[in-house]
C-alpha cells in the first residue's frame, strides 16, 4: 500500500481566514471632507476541496502537497467638496488580489483502461478516486502559480445643486 502521510496529516483539510478594516475621516471644514479606508483579508487553505461528502467514505486521494494562500487588499480615498455652484467628488480605489496555489495534479491524467478510467500515477488505481494505491510512483504531476491582479479606479465628479430649473453633473473616470 502506498502512503501518502507526509502530505495528507491530520485535519489535512483546514482553512484560516483573517482580514479586518480601517477607517479615517476628515472633516478639513464645513464644507470639505475626506474618507480614507484600508480594508485587507487573507485566506490559508491546506488541503483538496474537491470531495463529493455525499460519496463515503472520502472520494479524493493526494499524493502531493496541495495549498492555496489568497489575500484581498483595498484603500480607498474618497473627497467631498462644495464649490458653491455645484459638488465636487473625487474617488480612488487600488484593488490587489495576490494568490499562491499549489496543487496536485497526477490524479488528472488518467487513461482508458479495460472499460474504466485509471490514473497512471499508481499501480492499482481501480476507480478514479478510490483507492486503495499501491505502488505510487512519485507524483510529478502538479502545478504552482502564483497571480497578483491589481486595479486602480479614479472619478471625479461634479454636480450642481439642487433647486434650480436644471441640474446637471458631470464627470471623468480612468
Known amino acids: 500500500m502506498s502512503n501518502n502521510s507526509a502530505w495528507a496529516r491530520d485535519n489535512y483539510n483546514t482553512e484560516h481566514t483573517t482580514g479586518g478594516r480601517i477607517a479615517l475621516r476628515g472633516e478639513l471644514n464645513d464644507n470639505w471632507s475626506g474618507t480614507l479606508t484600508y480594508s485587507f483579508q487573507r485566506q490559508n487553505v491546506v488541503g483538496a476541496w474537491d470531495q463529493d461528502p455525499n460519496l463515503p467514505p472520502r472520494t479524493v486521494s493526494r499524493f502531493g502537497p496541495e ?3 489568497f489575500e484581498a487588499k483595498m484603500a480607498d480615498l474618497h473627497i467631498d467638496g462644495d464649490l458653491g455652484i455645484a459638488d465636487l467628488v473625487f474617488a480612488s480605489t487600488y484593488w490587489s488580489l495576490p494568490r499562491r496555489q499549489q496543487n496536485e495534479y497526477s490524479q488528472y491524467i488518467e487513461n482508458f483502461h479495460n472499460g474504466a478510467n485509471e490514473g497512471v500515477t499508481c499501480a492499482n488505481d ?3 478516486g478510490g483507492g486503495p494505491y499501491t ?5 510529478i504531476q502538479y502545478y504552482e502559480y502564483h497571480t497578483n491582479p491589481e486595479r486602480w479606479s479614479n472619478e471625479l465628479r461634479l454636480a450642481s445643486k439642487p433647486g434650480g430649473k436644471f441640474h446637471w453633473l458631470a464627470g471623468l473616470y480612468t
Open 67 to 69: 495549498s492555496n494562500r
Open 135 to 139: 505502488d505510487c510512483a512519485v507524483p
Open 126 to 128: 481501480p476507480v478514479y
